[in-house]
């Protein structure tokens, strides 16, 4: 299957310390995409990565893409309370952009 | 607030039945995605349409159906329901017909009964 693993399935840290979140993937791809999703509600987009980048920032976010190793990391930098949610990467295939796999997600605690 | 929005909120409903679930994407955006997410399956791409036509087939079953319409909204079929299929369905819009980000609506949850 091509679908993603993220790693580790529940990470729980303190405000302020960073947060690394791992999604290894199994065939080549043309994108990944990391979302969130708040307990129960609708995924929100926070990056795309290219195949042909191997990194990308937004804001407190940092993401690397490593396709020589198959697998991407998150980093989320000075966490806050309000970060707390799960946390999913979504992969396309090769020959098949629409395609979308998402891994099972890590789900991020923030603790105050 | 993505802009995509999703009718009904919750439904439920009984074994046997037939419901039809209901997209609207953000303005502008041509593609449509149905997702469905259960605790077992986690998040599974479903279908994906771009401005009508179909592009992209994941694990659907063959009771379920979908289109898009001319004004670019979707609706999901799903037929024969059984307790398995009790999922939240999301709804995603992009601008183009790939390689794009996703805007997810906020789902309908699904209970089969």
């Known amino acids: 299957s091509q679908q993603g693993e993220e790693d580790p399935q529940a990470l729980s840290i303190q405000e302020g310390e960073n947060a690394t979140m791992n999604c290894s993937y199994k065939t080549s791809i043309n994108n990944l995409q990391w979302y969130r999703q708040n307990s129960g509600r609708g995924l929100v987009h926070l990056i795309l990565?290219?195949?042909?980048?191997r990194e990308k920032h937004s804001g407190r976010l940092r993401v690397t893409l490593d396709t020589s190793k198959k697998s991407s990391s998150l980093l989320i930098t000075a966490s806050r309370a309000a970060d707390t949610a799960s946390y999913f990467c979504?992969?396309?295939?090769?020959?098949?952009?629409?395609?979308?796999?998402f891994g099972s997600g890590t789900k991020l605690n923030v603790k105050p | 607030d993505s802009g995509v929005t999703q009718t009904p909120k919750h439904l439920i409903t009984a074994t046997g039945q037939r419901v039809t679930l209901r997209c609207s994407p953000r303005s502008g955006d041509l593609s449509v995605y149905w997702y469905q997410q259960s605790l077992d399956q986690g998040l599974q791409f479903l279908i994906q349409?771009?401005?009508?036509?179909?592009?992209a087939k994941g694990n659907i079953l063959e009771r379920f159906s979908a289109q898009q319409f001319p004004d670019l909204h979707s609706e999901l079929n799903l037929s024969s329901l059984e307790l398995g299929d009790s999922a939240l369905y999301f709804c995603a819009s992009s601008v183009g017909r790939e390689g794009y980000e996703q805007y997810f609506g906020p789902g309908t949850r699904l209970t089969v009964t």
């Open positions: 349409y771009y401005n009508g036509e179909e592009r």
């Open positions: 990565i290219r195949s042909n980048e």
């Open positions: 979504a992969t396309d295939a090769l020959y098949n952009f629409n395609k979308f796999y």
